[in-house]
């Protein structure tokens, strides 16, 4: 297993937890899904996995190490990649600089990081038209593509994404989970949290449900996914 | 009486002093636009590098170049010192909302060295006539040495800072850090260390300059209230936070205040200049070269 | 009473607190002075009282200052003032220190607001320290046409520039020497205020250039700023004669212009002439480790040891008796000839000003020019210590 | 009956303390006696008032103003000098020195009220440094850097007003002082004081509700304005000499101010109390250490703004929250390094 | 009968870069248009626009055939718009029942009707367990909902939401769903932007295609799903 999170205890105000003791793993070459209501912690999960948020109790381990005391800004270093929640594209920076500081992790390999910023420009018609635009300019779905493909200019070995699609046209959403099965395939670990159970069912190889602060349900996608309705209602 | 000669000299007059300005507010707006914090103590940075340009020089008799880098480094190691010592312990506590409190810190700052420096050297001035006497002439038109090494060092330290910060990595890195400091986190970026090593640029510019002007500027206790004014003032003009509006500030202040005090009746330069100031800044409010760089 | 509690005003910290230091600094040597002299303690009402000093601490604010002073009447029961600078400071306190019946003595706050409030009556309490500014800066005036008149210099046109620092001191100097400048037939054609602690006069130099003029002065009593000035005033290459008042409150002038202050006079403070002089310039240097400002630290001491002798004359400290006996008493100090006037137009405009006077027989100082490192006294023509050198 | 306790029971628990506070201020100097008191503790409130309205724009608005010694100056000599030239009595001097200062505010609020709070703030300092400089140069009408003589407060009601009596202007500024807190205190009650708090918090997102952002501002700005002309109007008659010096009504009177009002806390209005307390407080009683006392000073200020990031009040309050049994609402503990 | 909205060839370029290209569109009151298209099509800044945010270069915008071209913000909320953003604004440092105290200023109302409005207001969106709780500590849904009901707590005759479900989880859409039918059957006219093509057709059957600025079609759903062009730019394969 990729990442191994063990009764994880985790709470913004004192004397009330978030997160009530969530256990959930990530292996390499799959896509986890993580699915629940608003405000069932599933960014909290993802923030203290990453390192923003401190841990009240319990274990975070990446490749059979604890990173329970990881910074973020070691993430990049340890090959973890993370979409955070709401926008995270440096406004005043235009598209192209936004995406060389993705490389920032390798940016001593000059041939590298120019390489593969190029290819993010070769993927992305959208980007490449907007390159010495100021990213605080595009328009919110635009932002999230950028923010895409940044996140992934290091080839990562975790990719934890929260919400990926959010703001995105159908279109584009396909193409995001389209991505996603890319890493994965490229050999990947990817956790991925979003709004749209349906497509998380679809793209994940396993799948968990937070509810209030604990993981009430789990188990492989597919058996999921004929029922994904029905999950919706009972415990989203 | 205003002929051309006249207008030549109190252009290049009103250029240079306007330098001076600029490369004051230089490194109050690169602390401002990446920490956020008003840098109450900026003038005392100057104050130090002045005095330690005047001991290395005059004391210890390093000749003046040597001794603008040693300062210079020694301003810089200041700097990170009193960012880790100082304001990183105010960020942890204050998180994300801390901006807004700095710069009372950096007002105890500026009051405890200024004093400190009162108690240590005592009131006096400490300057020095001239790194390089004499003056160059063009028939009417005169500019003295010391103001073209000024306008030479302010050309190169701008021309520096900017390509620095637009073309190098750490410079790219310093503005994704002011403007997502989590995001730059996720990419790698360790920002406490951008913090203090932006605050150590921003205070090797203010002891480069407080060095570099020593011959106007003597290093006394209270000089820095005189600077941190001006730099305060160019720093606003140009747009808050940008380095660049405030090398272009820099100058304009300097051809308002030399006109104003060519034309104005006796007397009244100043209160034209404040006016002027003012004026430029109802009409270009958010500075004159702040660019808009969010949306709704 | 065995000891005798004195308020000591000044600026000991803030911008001006070199001139602070200064007076604290004279102060503390006068007491020493007069202690090894056998002058303290003073026998009052029949009993020995010693002297102790309370610091009031104005950081030229006036609303500081009425605040250490409000401590040290109040808290320290201080029975005097002594000493003291600022002209807005000054005028503050006169009315707190006229109504607590406390006597100030030697304030060297210039105004004439001071001079005019004494005139009109109210204050037997205080004894102005420094004559008003125009009685300072006429003799400017006065010095040029003397030379002019011996034909040591010869001006090429008669056209004045007169720039002052934006204070009381600042603006009345000012406007006596315009007045002063005219009368003798003098075209002023600018009259320029500087910010305090100004260091650009790039600009104004211009102006004064471009139309000729040939007698530039001013004032301004931050040495950086006359320092300026002078540098400025040179390499802008300006003809003419320059009065740098203020330039000669830095103690290290020749430090901070090196030689641009060539040919330039001031008038602006005591000069280290007199035996007495250097010896107590020497002692000052070496108790207190940096070089005095003789015009802050020189008349504070001065103050303080006429002080104690007008204190042993009285032999008391009631108010009325006190103050008459400080009227009557004269003093020469070490840079001074003390004597308070009695009623204005005795060489001051107001009652108990300091009167000036001649060179050494009242307050006065004697016009040097600047050299080299050197600055002697060029006029008035009998001190004089070297020939004036008239600029190109 | 009961609704009237029920609406009145939770503002007022802390209206009690103020007004103990009060009370205690209104007897302390008479109990001490003497003048140094009273002198030092109307300095206090002068600064707490000052602090107070400095917050109001402040913690309220994000209205940062870097110009208001320029306000206090307005005041100051609007008074001084329609007393010198009108012959009104210092009385109606308060209400000119307010009125003379709230016309700066207008027009200084309609010229850069568009902008936000730091761009405003920044820009009255230019007002107040043309204010300075055009007092100081007409000389014929303020005597400039001479420095103009104001007289004391006449008689009111029989009760005489010498300057050298500390003790009468002290009281007379309590009153000043209870008054114009009670103002605010009631504005920043009101709605309005919640489309203050708004506005600080998203202007854009106020003012698509049909909010007219200016206007609140304008008002929050004109009415502080206001009230430090009142205040610089009774220091014109209380100082007795006004001189346009930075010290005095420039750059380092406002940082005094804003010191109070940060060490106080922001955004509590009775914080700088604590604020000037604390700082006038300090260097009264460090007088004796001359240099020493300002590095004091300066490290305090370090200390206490490192120490209790959100000012005295702020610590207070989380002291409060901790024992009451309300602990937890309100509280938003910020993560490190949140988005 | 007269529209509630027309937008009348409104055309809005950025640094010379067009972005909304001759928009023509009419709403009638008591009605919901769906807004969608590709990213960074124009829709955000059609809103902007309505609002005041942004000034039309050309064109009109009309509220009951009033015009309203260019007023500020707090201008055009007072003739009867009210509107969210893509990213919540709402006021984090105070409450939730602050917050839509906030939106009730201007309706001078008694505190206890004020009070009682809010009460209401509260029940129907949900967010009554949270009343006292400060915004920030809600989760992003959430500020969604608190949002447009903020945006519905000052009467608006128009309501313009920009992706009300973006992000929002299933249950909080059926709710929103819910209130905003309410609504619209008591007259308001509604305007909305999604790229929730699941959701959108519970909410409305027409919509109007905005593709890079330019109107490509408006008509309902169901026709749209058909139309190639919309596919290949919009709806993908
Ligand atoms: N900064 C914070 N301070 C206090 N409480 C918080 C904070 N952030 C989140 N919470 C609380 O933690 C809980 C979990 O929030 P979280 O953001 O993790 O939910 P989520 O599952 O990501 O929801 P959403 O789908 O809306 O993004 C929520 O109830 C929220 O109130
Ligand atoms: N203030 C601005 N300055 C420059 N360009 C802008 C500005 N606002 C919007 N744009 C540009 O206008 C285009 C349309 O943006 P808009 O936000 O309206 O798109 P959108 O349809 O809302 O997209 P999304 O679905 O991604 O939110 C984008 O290309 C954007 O870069
Ligand atoms: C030059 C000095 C004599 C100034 C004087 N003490 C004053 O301020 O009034
Ligand atoms: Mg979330
Ligand atoms: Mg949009």
């Known amino acids: 297993m990729l990442l191994k999170v063990r009764e994880l205890k985790v709470g913004y105000a004192s004397g009330a937890d978030v997160l009530r003791g969530v256990d959930l793993s990530v292996g390499a070459s799959s896509v986890t899904g993580l699915i629940g209501a608003n405000g069932a912690g599933k960014s909290t999960l993802l923030k203290t996995i990453c390192g923003f948020l401190r841990r009240r109790s319990g274990a975070i381990a990446f490749d059979a190490a604890d990173i329970g005391k990881l910074q973020p800004s070691q993430l990049a270093t340890h090959g973890i990649a993370y979409l955070m929640e709401g926008h995270s594209v440096f406004p005043g920076l235009t598209v192209e600089e936004n995406l060389v500081l993705g490389t920032w992790a390798f940016r001593k390999e000059r041939a590298r990081a120019k390489q593969a910023v190029e290819r993010a420009f070769e993927l992305s018609s959208v980007l490449r038209a907007k390159r010495k635009v100021k990213a605080g300019l595009l328009s919110g779905g635009q932002q999230r593509i950028l923010e895409m493909e940044r996140l992934t200019l290091n080839d990562p070995r975790l990719v934890i994404l929260d919400e990926p699609s959010l703001g995105l046209s159908p279109k584009l959403v396909h193409e995001v989970f389209d991505r996603i099965a890319q890493m994965k395939a490229d050999g990947a670990g990817v956790l991925v949290v979003d709004q749209s159970a349906r497509h998380v069912c679809a793209a994940s190889d396993h799948l968990y449900v937070l509810r209030l602060g604990e993981i009430c349900i789990e188990g492989p996608a597919a058996s999921f996914s004929d029922r994904i309705d029905e999950l919706v209602r009972n415990f989203i | 009486m205003f002929t051309a000669d006249v207008l030549i000299q109190l252009t290049i007059d009103g250029v240079s002093r306007g330098a001076m300005y600029g490369l004051m507010g230089a490194g109050l707006a690169l602390i401002f636009g990446i920490l956020g914090i008003i840098n109450m103590a900026h003038g005392e940075l100057f104050m130090l590098g002045a005095y330690a340009m005047y001991f290395a020089t005059m004391v210890l008799g390093v000749p003046a170049p040597i001794a603008l880098l040693i300062s210079t480094a020694l301003m810089f190691c200041v700097g990170v010192a009193m960012e880790r010592g100082l304001i990183a312990p105010l960020r942890a506590r204050l998180g994300s909302r801390w901006l807004v409190d700095g710069y009372v810190l950096t007002i105890g700052i500026m009051v405890v060295l200024q004093n400190l420096a009162l108690i240590l050297f005592g009131p006096r001035e400490f300057g020095i006539a001239a790194f390089w006497p004499g003056r160059q002439e063009f028939g009417d038109v005169v500019i003295s040495n010391e103001r073209v090494l000024i306008l030479a060092g302010a050309l190169f330290t701008t021309g520096a800072l900017a390509l620095f910060l637009k073309k190098t990595n750490l410079g790219r890195a310093i503005r994704a850090t002011a403007e997502h400091p989590a995001a730059a986190q996720v990419l790698g970026i360790n920002i406490e260390r951008i913090y203090a090593i932006t605050f150590g640029i921003g205070a090797a510019l203010a002891g480069a300059i407080g060095s570099l002007l020593l011959s106007t500027y003597p290093a006394y206790p209270t000089v820095g209230g005189e600077v941190l004014l001006k730099a305060f003032v160019v720093v606003i003009i140009g747009g808050l936070g940008s380095v660049w509006g405030a090398m272009l500030a820099g100058p304009l202040l300097g051809l308002i205040e030399a006109y104003a005090t060519a034309f104005a009746p006796g007397g009244w330069q100043n209160t034209i200049t404040s006016l002027l100031v003012l004026a430029v800044l109802v009409l270009r409010p958010q500075g004159l070269f702040s660019r808009q760089v969010t949306r709704p | 009473a065995d000891v005798i509690k004195i308020g000591v005003v000044g600026p000991f910290t803030g911008p001006s607190a070199k001139i602070g230091q200064d007076i604290q600094n004279g102060t503390k040597m006068a007491l020493d002075d007069a202690r090894a002299a056998g002058e303290l303690p003073l026998t009052i009402d029949g009993k020995k009282a010693d002297i102790q000093l309370v610091w009031i601490d104005d950081e030229s604010s006036p609303e500081k200052a009425v605040k250490a002073y409000r401590n040290a009447v109040s808290r320290e029961g201080i029975q005097m003032l002594l000493n003291g600078w600022h002209g807005s400071v000054g005028l503050a306190l006169i009315d707190l220190a006229a109504s607590d019946g406390i006597i100030s003595y030697g304030n060297l706050a210039a105004p004439e607001d001071i001079s005019e409030k004494i005139n009109a009556g109210k204050y037997t309490n205080w004894f102005k320290g420094w004559p008003a500014p125009k009685t300072m800066s006429g003799l400017y005036v006065e010095a040029a046409e003397d030379l002019i008149a011996k034909g040591k210099w010869t001006p090429p046109t008669r056209k004045a520039a007169v720039v002052v620092e934006d204070s009381d001191w600042g603006r009345t100097w000012g406007e006596a020497i315009v007045t002063g400048l005219k009368a003798k037939g003098w075209d002023v054609v600018a009259q320029d205020v500087a910010r305090n602690n100004e ?91 940096m070089p005095p400002v003789p015009a802050a630290g020189g008349h504070a001491y001065d103050y303080t040891r006429a002080l104690i002798k007008g204190m042993s004359v009285a032999g008391t400290l009631d108010a009325t008796k006190l103050s008459a006996a400080l009227l009557a008493t004269e003093h020469k100090g070490i840079w001074q000839y003390y004597a308070f006037a009695r009623q204005p137009g005795d060489a001051a405009i107001s009652a108990y000003e300091v009167k000036a006077g001649p060179f050494m027989k009242g307050f006065s100082f004697p016009m040097v020019q600047y050299y080299g490192d050197k600055a002697p006294v060029v006029w008035p023509f009998e001190f004089a210590e070297a020939e004036f050198k008239a600029p190109n | 009956m009961t609704s009237l306790f029920q609406k009145f029971r939770f503002p007022d628990r802390r209206a009690l303390v103020i007004c103990a506070l009060l009370a205690g201020l209104a007897a302390i100097p008479s109990l001490v006696g003497g003048r140094y008191i009273p002198a030092v503790f109307t ?139 009670a103002a605010l205190y009631a504005i ?39 009230f430090v002309g009142v205040f610089g109007a009774f220091y014109a008659h209380y100082i007795g000499i006004l001189v346009p010096t930075a010290e005095e009504f420039g750059i380092q009177r406002t940082v005094e101010i804003l010191t109070i009002a940060y060490v106080g806390g922001r955004g509590t209005l009775w914080g700088s109390l604590l604020g000037a307390l604390f700082l006038v407080g300090m260097q009264e009683v460090l007088r004796d250490l001359q240099e020493w006392r300002l590095v004091i000073y300066g490290l305090s200020l370090i200390l206490i703004i490192t120490v209790f990031p959100s000012g005295f009040a702020g610590a ?11 602990a937890g609402k309100g509280a938003h503990i910020s993560t490190k390094g949140d988005a | 009968m007269t529209a509630l909205l027309t937008v009348d060839h409104v055309n809005k370029s950025f640094q010379g870069v067009r972005t909304l290209t001759d928009v023509t569109f009419d709403l009638e009151p008591g009605r919901i248009l769906g807004l969608i298209g590709p ?16 000034s039309a270069d050309s064109g009109r915008v009309l509220l009951d055939g009033r015009d309203i071209t260019n007023r500020s913000p707090a201008r055009i909320a007072g003739y009867g718009v009210g509107r969210t953003f893509q990213v919540a604004r709402t006021f984090n440092d105070m409450t939730v ?80 769903i819910h209130i905003i039918r309410d609504l619209v059957r008591e007259g308001v006219g509604c305007l909305v932007i999604s790229h929730d093509i699941v959701s959108l057709p519970r909410l409305c059957e027409e919509v109007l295609v905005l593709v890079e600025g330019k109107v490509m079609t408006r008509g309902a759903i169901s026709e749209i799903r058909n139309d190639a062009r919309i596919v290949d730019a919009y709806l993908g394969a």
């Open chain 3, 199 to 289: 260091l650009e006069f790039n600009a104004l130099l211009t102006r004064y250039k471009a139309s000729g003029v040939s007698l530039t002065a001013f004032t301004l009593n931050a040495p950086a700023s006359a320092a300026a000035f002078v540098k400025q005033f040179h390499s802008a290459g300006l003809k003419g004669l320059l009065f740098a008042d203020g330039l000669g409150w830095a103690s290290n002038w020749h430090e901070l212009t090196g030689d641009a202050a060539n040919f330039a006079l001031s008038m602006d403070s005591p000069r280290v002439i007199t035996p007495e002089e250097k010896e107590w310039t020497a002692r000052f240097e070496k108790t207190f480790g």
């Open chain 5, 97 to 176: 029942a602050e917050n839509l105290r906030v939106a009730l200023v201007n309706a001078g109302l008694s505190g206890r009707e004020e009070r009682r409005r809010i009460t209401d207001m509260l029940d129907r969106v949900g967010l009554a367990g949270v009343r006292d709780l400060v915004v920030s500590a809600l989760p992003d849904g959430q500020k969604k909902l608190l949002e447009a009901a903020r945006a519905m707590m000052t009467s608006p005759r128009l309501l313009i939401l920009d992706e009300p479900f973006g992000g929002v989880s299933a249950e909080v859409i059926d709710l929103l």
């Open chain 4, 43 to 181: 300095s206090i409130l002068l600064f707490f008032i000052l602090g107070a309205l400095f917050d109001f724009m402040l913690g309220y608005l994000r209205i940062v103003n870097f110009g208001i010694a320029g306000f206090l100056c307005a005041g100051a000599y609007g008074s001084a000098l329609s007393v010198q030239y009108f012959h009104i009595t210092p009385w109606t001097g308060l209400l000119v020195g307010g009125l003379a200062s709230a016309v700066i505010g207008l027009i200084t609020g309609v010229l850069t009220l568009r902008l936000r709070g730091i761009y405003i703030g920044l820009t009255t300092l230019f007002v107040m440094e043309t204010l300075r400089f055009a007092i100081s140069n007409a000389r014929e009408v303020t005597r400039g850097a001479s420095g103009l003589t104001v007289g004391g407060f006449t008689p009111l009601f029989g009760i005489p007003f010498p300057r050298s009596e500390p003790i009468t202007y002290y009281y007379l500024i309590l009153a000043l002082v209870i008054v114009t807190y």
């Open chain 4, 188 to 226: 920043v009650r009101s709605r309005i004081g919640l489309v203050f708090k708004a506005i600080r918090d998203d202007e854009l997102g106020t003012s698509v509700l049909g909010i007219h952002v200016v206007r609140y501002k304008l008002f929050n700005f004109v009415v502080a304005s206001f």
């Open chain 4, 316 to 326: 207070l309050r989380q002291l409060g929250d901790r024992f009451s049994s309300r």
């Open chain 5, 39 to 54: 990213n960074g099509a124009g829709k955000t800044t059609m809103f902007n626009v309505i609002s005041g945010i942004y």
